[in-house]
Nanobody, 120 residues
Framework: QVQLVESGGGLVHPGGSLRLSCAASESILSASFVILAWYRQAPGKQRELVAGMTGVGDTKYAGTVKGRFTISRDSHTNTVNLQMDSLQPEDSAVYYC????????????WGQGTQVTVSS
């Protein structure tokens, strides 16, 4: 069972920045972690992929955040991070960390979520 704990959410003004971190209970460099990703869910909307990274480091971004958000991983702190710049009110949502692990079976793990609110 992989434990994921997000941090870094909060209230920010439009145009501001936040950095989310997701601490994993196992090494994120393990070859069994095939996907590391951030999703978000706004009230009344479906959960959507914001940014993802494969185990070999390829990245993918939602069109609405491309050029503003950057996903990364840090082997020293064992975290998956999401740098969010030029935040807009429409970026307000609960952000969730997700990993897909293949270890005999395919398992998806989620963090508890962290609230991001962009408002003046």
């Amino acid at each position: 069972q992989v434990q994921l704990v997000e941090s870094g959410g909060g209230l920010v003004h439009p145009g501001g920045s936040l950095r989310l971190s997701c601490a994993a209970s196992e090494s994120i460099l393990s070859a069994s972690f095939v996907i590391l990703a951030w999703y978000r869910q706004a009230p009344g909307k479906q959960r959507e992929l914001v940014a993802g990274m494969t185990g070999v480091g390829d990245t993918k971004y939602a069109g609405t955040v491309k050029g503003r958000f950057t996903i990364s991983r840090d082997s020293h702190t064992n975290t998956v991070n999401l740098q969010m710049d030029s935040l807009q009110p429409e970026d307000s949502a609960v952000y969730y960390c997700h990993v897909k692990k293949v270890d005999g079976a395919i398992n998806d793990y989620w963090g508890q979520g962290t609230q991001v609110t962009v408002s003046s």
